[in-house]
């Protein structure tokens, strides 16, 4: 039986002992350093199976498909012939379960480098190359996982007059280690409805009245609970704002929300539109990063549009105060005030 034959068995007998233990993915990137068995194409002039090491980083895309960037380096000699290649590229790995054993096909691209040294020629020099093959991951730990693939790694050499001939075919086998940067992520338990009450006579239940329509609580945030003085940075920990994100993602029926900034009239018009475009983009940023979809949220700046209130006062530490209502950022029915210029 050959290897190929024998890696399409393994994965047939690891999908059927973790049919029955399906996860939710992880969608943390995660780190891959593996060890790599190659058997090089004769053409190359050696014969001998050698090995080498890589480092990918990967992560999963969706249920059907983790995506995996890095490159791997392998050597081989036979007496005083030697070969190195160098490849550097892109996998796409195709899922055929998302359970604690998840067997793939793979398919990829990149750039190979290729090294000879023999009695007939010395060359070295960069070619595209393509990639396919099988193979499996194995969860060992929340963040860990064991991968192993085996596949073709076939060279379009370009310099078909140094190398002797214009095609390779090399076999790969690779045995890693994934390790995720974060956990995955907890579900939720679910709540358990009450046992209902026996009652000798129940009432008729009442007429059903539609909920009320889903609304956000205005929340005014002060100048340090936002910004530093004169800067788009925000300030950490913001809790208002982990709350604000945690409202969008329970509800992901509200889209289009709107972020705007606004400034008050000090300082000159051009200034104060780019800070307020600047600020608006910093919140919506931070929720994004908290996981709210980027595509439900827009970022607009207006400098010192609407007003909110008018000061006539003379004193500027005291006109900084009254205009304080002006600046601000609006969040769809959300409003935060800050303090700053």
């Known amino acids: 039986m050959n290897n190929t034959n024998k890696i399409a068995l393994a994965v047939a007998m690891f999908c059927a002992a973790g049919s029955t233990l399906a996860q939710e993915i992880n969608p943390s990137w995660y780190i891959q350093p593996s060890v790599v068995g190659m058997k090089p194409d004769a053409d190359f002039g050696v014969n001998d199976r050698d090995w080498g090491?890589?480092?990918?980083?990967g992560k999963a895309v969706n249920q059907n498909f983790d995506v995996q960037f890095g490159a791997t380096h392998v050597?081989?000699?036979?007496?005083?012939?030697?070969?190195?290649?160098t490849v550097v590229g892109a996998d796409a790995l195709l899922m055929l379960s998302r359970s604690a054993v998840r067997p793939f096909v793979l398919f990829g691209a990149g750039v190979e480098r290729d090294k000879v040294e023999n009695s007939i020629r010395r060359v070295s020099k960069n070619?595209?190359?393509l990639t396919a093959g099988i193979g499996v991951?194995?969860?060992?730990?929340?963040?860990?996982?064991?991968?192993?693939?085996?596949?073709?790694?076939?060279?379009?050499?370009?310099?078909e007059d140094l190398y002797g001939f214009s095609r390779s075919n090399n076999k790969y086998l690779t045995i890693g280690?994934?390790?995720?940067?974060?956990p995955p992520p907890v579900a939720a338990a679910p709540v358990m409805a009450p046992a209902p009450v026996m009652e000798a006579a129940p009432a008729p239940a009442p007429a059903p009245v539609a909920p009320p329509p889903a609304r956000f609580e205005k929340v005014t945030l002060s100048t340090t609970e936002l910004f530093a003085f004169n800067s788009a940075a925000l300030n950490m920990p913001q809790p208002k704002l982990d709350e604000i994100a945690a409202a969008l993602q329970a509800d992901t029926s509200i889209t289009d929300v709107d972020?705007?900034?606004?400034?008050?009239?000090?300082?000159?018009?051009?200034?104060?539109?780019?800070?307020?475009?600047?600020?608006?983009?910093?919140?919506?940023?931070?929720?994004?990063?908290?996981?709210?979809d980027g595509s439900r949220l827009k970022a607009y700046g207006k400098g010192e549009a609407n007003p909110v209130v008018t000061c006539t006062e003379k004193n500027r530490a005291a006109l900084i105060k009254c205009l304080?209502?002006?600046r601000r950022v609006e969040v769809e029915q959300i409003t935060i005030e800050k303090r700053v210029q």
Do not use: M, W
Request: hydrophobic content about 30%; charged content about 25%.
């Open 137 to 159: 991951q194995a969860s060992l730990t929340p963040q860990l996982s064991l991968q192993a693939d085996l596949r073709s790694v076939r060279g379009f050499l370009r310099h």
């Open 259 to 292: 972020i705007t900034g606004y400034a008050d009239r000090l300082g000159s018009d051009k200034y104060n539109l780019k800070l307020s475009q600047r600020r608006a983009d910093a919140v919506r940023e931070y929720l994004v990063g908290k996981g709210v």
């Open 127 to 129: 070619s595209p190359y």
């Open 75 to 85: 050597r081989a000699e036979d007496g005083s012939a030697r070969y190195r290649q």
């Open 53 to 57: 090491g890589g480092l990918k980083f």
């Open 324 to 326: 304080e209502p002006n």
């Open 177 to 182: 280690l994934n390790y995720a940067f974060n």
